[in-house]
């Protein structure tokens, strides 16, 4: 890269940083929310405004990694290699997407209080998912870039 284009991908990375840092919280609060007593309205309002915030937050993230000249643009003109790895990532992103929007319309049906527990688990594990997802692009920035996001992220 020349050095106007190192500056503009260096600016670009400081924004991809800044909303996997925001998707990071939106994951965060989706834990934590889970975290409250089980089944009380009060679970209910926080882990839909939890939800909410998270399929805002990933929605950005898809835009902002898949979109023209996004990251996944760019590490593919720098290493068609990783081509393999940024199918998976956009995958992932079509997935998790779902699954978000699955759980936020289960939500928003009622669940009965007899199916809490499993659905609970279902969004534990998709915490999970999107914790090892974060993960996963950070090693392919990482091996494509050398550049580290850092846990911040």
């Not at 882990?47 to 643009?73: N, S």
């Not at 393999?84 to 779902?98: K, M, N, S, T």
Request: overall charge negative; aromatic content about 4%; charged content about 30%.
């Amino acid at each position: 890269m020349d050095p106007a284009q190192r500056t503009a991908f260096e600016a670009y990375l400081a924004r991809v940083q800044a909303q996997r840092a925001e998707l990071r919280e939106a994951v965060a609060a989706v834990d934590e929310a889970l975290a409250r007593p089980l089944g009380t309205a009060r679970w209910r309002e926080r882990v839909h405004t939890a939800l909410v915030e998270l399929e805002h937050d990933l929605r950005d993230h898809v835009e902002l990694t898949e979109g023209e000249d996004g990251l996944f643009e760019t590490v593919l003109a720098e290493d068609t290699r990783l081509s393999p790895a940024v199918e998976q990532q956009r995958h992932e992103h079509d997935e998790l997407g779902q699954r978000v929007a699955g759980s936020l319309a289960t939500l928003e049906a009622v669940v009965p209080p007899e199916a809490l527990p499993a659905f609970r688990e279902e969004l534990t594990t998709l915490v999970g998912d999107l914790v090892r997802h974060r993960q996963r692009v950070n090693d392919l920035i990482y091996e494509a870039f050398s550049v580290d996001l850092g846990g911040q992220g």
